[in-house]
């Protein structure tokens, strides 16, 4: 940034909601009804982050390892899953409920309650004993909506990872250690969703399950660590907003012998945005034991047979793209007393990697020549309306980190000026170049 200018980081999360509201980043569900709380739907730009936050966790954790296959599960398992993974027992938060105003309040969470609207004179809700509720959403299969009929929307997308592990393995021909890998939706009934996407009922989680020998449990366990941390940097995210911190023993999960959260500082404190876990043995030996298959291995040259521990990574997507854009919201004070709103979201992730921008509307024919060809490989915006410099900050509010004006001169001279979103420099750089430009600084970087 230049020494004349000031910058602001995100202080109020209001700030980023706004902006990803008006901009169709991410707007609430069903929003003409009044929206439904805890579900948000992600529009073309969001869409777009997402997606390529996704391909580059499946590129660095799945395509560039011999050593991880991939899957695509369904959403909903044999309800037995969820009986042998501790779910139907043991996945709860404890609640309370306002006698007075009827609302639901998670215990641990009651400093967000609030005064008791229905209660005058008196601020204070009329609690009740706190009680287990469990966050599964439940469905029925068939035409029946009898006990029998109940399955769950999965509430975390490793189990079918753990049932579908002795089978994949076999296709794949894989030899302990190896991983196996999935992204997509998991379904949580929160009590309390808040913090706009942070905490949702539906969202998406990136999981690993990584099986090695018991004895080799710590080495694995430090390596992903690393190599998720270090992703992390690599897509962006300061050093500064991001921490690891170890589980206390009595915050372990019930199936967890160690823990580490990978943390970023939001608006609204430290939270979670990943937990690197090693699970033991539990989720294959209940399986085995649920459906009374052995999904142990032998070791081929010293026929020890072993139940595989498993190492997790397991990261929300949802969550992830939520800290990119609280990293990359920030608000510059220009000279001449102008501010400029800019998502300074790392190149390759950005939902727009280049806008094409021709000075006047009678030099669409060439602009949209460029447009078509640089949009075969990235998603490239057009936009010919209205005042440049309104353009250039519309990009700079959506994160294009690009903006490639199309002007008098690009006719004779084969050129086109390129204007970079966080110095906001601009460089001539001729048309048969422009290619190589941004596969340098988008896909290269
Ligand atoms: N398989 C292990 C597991 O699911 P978790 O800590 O419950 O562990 C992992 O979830 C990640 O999933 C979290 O770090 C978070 O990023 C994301 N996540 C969990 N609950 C979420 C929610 N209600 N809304 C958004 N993301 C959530």
Same mark, same amino acid.
């Given at each position: 940034?230049a020494a004349d200018?000031?910058?602001?980081?995100?202080?109020r999360?209001?700030?980023?909601?706004?902006?990803c509201?008006?901009r169709?980043?991410i707007?609430p569900?069903?929003?003409?009804y009044g929206?439904i709380?805890?579900?948000?739907?992600?529009?073309?730009?969001g869409?777009e982050?997402?997606?390529n936050l996704k391909?580059?966790?499946?590129?660095?954790?799945v395509?560039?390892r011999?050593?991880?296959e991939?899957?695509?599960?369904?959403?909903?398992?044999?309800?037995?899953?969820?009986?042998?993974?501790?779910?139907?027992d043991?996945?709860s938060?404890p609640m309370?409920?306002c006698?007075?105003?009827?609302r639901r309040?998670?215990a641990?969470?009651?400093e967000?309650?609030?005064?008791? *609207?229905?209660?005058?004179g008196?601020a204070?809700?009329d609690f009740?004993?706190?009680?287990h509720f469990?966050?599964?959403?439940k469905?029925?299969?068939?035409?029946?909506?009898?006990?029998?009929?109940?399955?769950y929307?999965?509430?975390?997308?490793c189990?079918?990872?753990?049932?579908g592990?002795k089978r994949i %393995?076999?296709v794949?021909?894989?030899?302990i250690p190896f991983?196996?890998?999935?992204?997509g939706?998991?379904?949580?009934?929160?009590?309390n969703?808040r913090?706009?996407t942070?905490?949702s009922r539906?969202?998406?989680?990136a999981?690993?399950?990584y099986?090695?020998h018991?004895s080799?449990r710590?080495k694995?366990?430090?390596?992903?660590?690393d190599e998720?941390?270090r992703?992390? %940097?690599?897509?962006?995210i300061?050093?500064?907003?991001?921490r690891t911190?170890p589980?206390? *023993?009595?915050?372990l999960?019930h199936y967890?012998k160690?823990?580490?959260?990978?943390e970023?500082?939001?608006p609204?404190?430290?939270?979670?945005?990943?937990g690197?876990h090693d699970r033991?043995?539990?989720?294959?030996s209940r399986h085995?034991e649920?459906?009374g298959?052995d999904?142990?291995?032998?070791?081929?040259e010293?026929?020890?047979?072993f139940?595989?521990?498993v190492?997790?990574?397991s990261v929300?997507?949802?969550?992830?793209?939520?800290?990119?854009l609280c990293d990359?919201y920030a608000?510059e004070?220009?000279e001449g007393?102008?501010?400029?709103t800019?998502l300074?979201?790392?190149?390759?992730?950005?939902p727009v990697?280049a806008?094409i921008?021709p000075?006047s509307?009678k030099?669409?024919?060439p602009a949209r020549a460029?447009h078509?060809e640089l949009?075969? %490989?990235w998603?490239?915006?057009?936009?010919?309306a209205?005042?440049?410099?309104r353009r250039y900050?519309?990009?700079?509010?959506?994160?294009?980190p690009f903006c490639?004006?199309?002007?008098?001169?690009?006719?004779?001279?084969d050129r086109?000026?390129?204007?970079?979103?966080?110095?906001?420099t601009?460089?001539?750089v001729a048309?048969d170049a422009?290619?190589?430009?941004?596969?340098e600084?988008?896909?290269?970087a």
């Amino acid at each position: 940034m230049a020494a004349d200018r000031s910058e602001q980081p995100l202080e109020r999360m209001e700030d980023l909601v706004s902006l990803c509201v008006r901009r169709g980043y991410i707007f609430p569900s069903s929003e003409i009804y009044g929206g439904i709380n805890g579900f948000w739907d992600y529009g073309p730009l969001g869409v777009e982050l997402k997606n390529n936050l996704k391909s580059r966790w499946w590129q660095r954790v799945v395509r560039e390892r011999d050593d991880v296959e991939g899957l695509d599960s369904s959403i909903i398992s044999h309800p037995r899953t969820w009986e042998a993974s501790g779910h139907v027992d043991h996945f709860s938060d404890p609640m309370v409920d306002c006698r007075a105003c009827k609302r639901r309040f998670r215990a641990d969470q009651l400093e967000d309650a609030g005064p008791c *609207p229905s209660r005058e004179g008196s601020a204070e809700h009329d609690f009740t004993e706190p009680r287990h509720f469990n966050l599964m959403l439940k469905t029925w299969i068939g035409a029946s909506e009898d006990a029998a009929a109940v399955a769950y929307l999965r509430a975390e997308t490793c189990q079918p990872i753990f049932t579908g592990f002795k089978r994949i %393995r076999e296709v794949a021909r894989q030899k302990i250690p190896f991983g196996i890998a999935q992204i997509g939706k998991a379904f949580r009934n929160e009590i309390n969703p808040r913090n706009f996407t942070f905490r949702s009922r539906e969202f998406e989680q990136a999981e690993l399950e990584y099986f090695c020998h018991p004895s080799e449990r710590e080495k694995w366990f430090a390596h992903w660590l690393d190599e998720r941390v270090r992703f992390h %940097r690599e897509i962006g995210i300061a050093e500064r907003s991001l921490r690891t911190r170890p589980h206390e *023993p009595d915050e372990l999960a019930h199936y967890a012998k160690q823990a580490v959260d990978i943390e970023f500082r939001f608006p609204f404190g430290w939270q979670e945005i990943e937990g690197v876990h090693d699970r033991g043995d539990w989720d294959l030996s209940r399986h085995g034991e649920y459906a009374g298959k052995d999904l142990g291995v032998t070791d081929p040259e010293t026929k020890e047979h072993f139940v595989p521990v498993v190492v997790e990574t397991s990261v929300g997507i949802d969550r992830t793209c939520l800290a990119l854009l609280c990293d990359a919201y920030a608000v510059e004070s220009l000279e001449g007393g102008e501010t400029r709103t800019v998502l300074r979201l790392h190149p390759a992730l950005a939902p727009v990697s280049a806008a094409i921008l021709p000075l006047s509307k009678k030099l669409a024919e060439p602009a949209r020549a460029l447009h078509r060809e640089l949009q075969r %490989r990235w998603n490239v915006f057009y936009d010919d309306a209205g005042n440049i410099g309104r353009r250039y900050r519309r990009q700079d509010e959506a994160g294009t980190p690009f903006c490639i004006t199309y002007d008098f001169d690009s006719p004779q001279d084969d050129r086109v000026t390129v204007r970079e979103r966080d110095s906001m420099t601009q460089e001539r750089v001729a048309l048969d170049a422009v290619s190589s430009y941004l596969r340098e600084r988008v896909e290269d970087a």
